[in-house]
């Protein structure tokens, strides 16, 4: 494959869809501007209409389904709905934009790219959207795989995926996560107190209900905490909340407990690096989020089968707490609220992580730095 022809500013076309795919194609977006010119391509994904109920009330059940993707049949028939459902997107994207290179972030366009990458002259990246637990579906025989970790690479190599086309990279997290900054000087932008303790529950952009099984946690506390309870686009639990915080309120006057109900917002990465403790579902971007932060995490829910990676990874390379159980999660956080003290004890694994995933870019700008010697 020749590229040499080409501009001397590779053109570079990333394909994604919505949801957290989407976050990880704006980090791959950002980390590849200033060398190429790029293309972002968001296509709409029907079959999360699908997804959002397990995500939203049943997250337990969604293993049936994330089973099912191990079975070839499932390909055959994943590969068939591509092309009725993206091909006309993809095949326009790529002829009016020309790319020497193109990146996919959804495993469901990895098909079409895949065809076309010869016909079309570029080559191809696939960007694995679960580091640990992910599916056959999602992984691209042809495509360079930017995989997480060492475990990640394993499981790939046993899936048959050649050596020569899995790089492991870390995390591909947006700039703005990484940044320096001050809490107290960000709590204060944020109209918080600078100096409490403070906790951000996140439901997620669709906002998921399990949240609320926390909340028995901040009824009756002696210590000063303020607990933002970050709603994503469900207003419905926004207003729960906010009636609850009253509630709360009225009832024990002598609660130190403020609950601050936060609507939908593209600043939440400010809310994260206003947190002493992030809890919430283990969603991989949510939690590499908070990593780059240095801001540990409590796993109170996941998604079974695509998340169950998550909290081993969260386990293993200590980057907070998993603790699903109703009441010991309860009484988890009561302990962090009166001794938050033993959050520092992540601090050293959290910033060597955050450290691997920073070199996600410097990775794939230096392979594709390589590519494009070899080609010219």
Not at 177 to 185: A, D, L, M, P, R
Not at 309 to 331: A, P
Request: charged letters at 15%.
């Amino acid at each position: 494959m020749s590229l040499f022809h080409r501009s001397n500013k590779p053109t570079t076309s990333i394909f994604t869809t919505t949801e957290g795919h989407l976050s990880i194609a704006q980090a791959v977006q950002q980390t590849l501007k200033q060398n190429h010119t790029t293309h972002l391509n968001i296509i709409r994904a029907k079959e999360f209409n699908l997804y959002t109920p397990f995500y939203l009330f049943f997250p337990y059940l969604f293993k049936i389904p994330f089973k099912l993707g191990n079975f070839p049949i499932t390909q055959k028939i994943a590969n068939s709905y591509s092309k009725i459902s993206y091909k006309k997107s993809l095949l326009q994207y790529l002829n009016s934009q020309k790319p020497q290179f193109a990146v996919s972030c959804f495993y469901m366009h990895n098909h079409l790219l895949q065809q076309y990458q010869f016909d079309k002259n570029f080559i191809l990246f696939n960007t694995i959207a679960n580091p640990r637990t992910f599916s056959p579906l999602e992984l691209s025989s042809q495509a360079y795989n930017l995989v997480f970790d060492s475990n990640a690479y394993q499981t790939c190599l046993s899936q048959g995926i050649s050596p020569d086309k899995l790089i492991i990279s870390g995390w591909f997290v947006r700039n703005q996560f990484e940044q320096k900054y001050n809490q107290k000087k960000v709590r204060q932008q944020l109209k918080l107190d600078p100096n409490t303790l403070t906790l951000l529950i996140v439901t997620g952009s669709e906002g998921t209900n399990m949240v609320l099984k926390n909340f028995p946690a901040f009824i009756n506390s002696k210590k000063s905490v303020q607990i933002i309870f970050a709603c994503g686009k469900n207003k419905g639990l926004y207003s729960t909340i906010k009636t609850l915080s009253k509630a709360t309120k009225n009832a024990n006057p002598k609660n130190k407990a403020t609950i601050i109900p936060l609507a939908f917002t593209k600043d939440i990465h400010l809310h994260i690096q206003a947190a002493d403790l992030v809890i919430g579902k283990a969603g991989p971007n949510l939690l590499f989020e908070s990593v780059a932060t240095h801001t540990p995490f409590l796993a109170t829910t996941h998604v079974s089968g695509q998340e169950d990676g998550n909290l081993e990874i969260i386990r293993e390379y200590k980057l907070g707490y998993v603790e699903e159980n109703f009441s010991r999660s309860i009484k988890l956080i009561k302990k962090i609220i009166n001794q938050p003290k033993i959050l520092q004890q992540f601090q050293p694994s959290l910033k060597k992580m955050a450290s691997h995933n920073q070199n996600s870019k410097k990775i794939l700008l230096q392979t594709i730095d390589n590519l494009l010697k070899t080609s010219s």
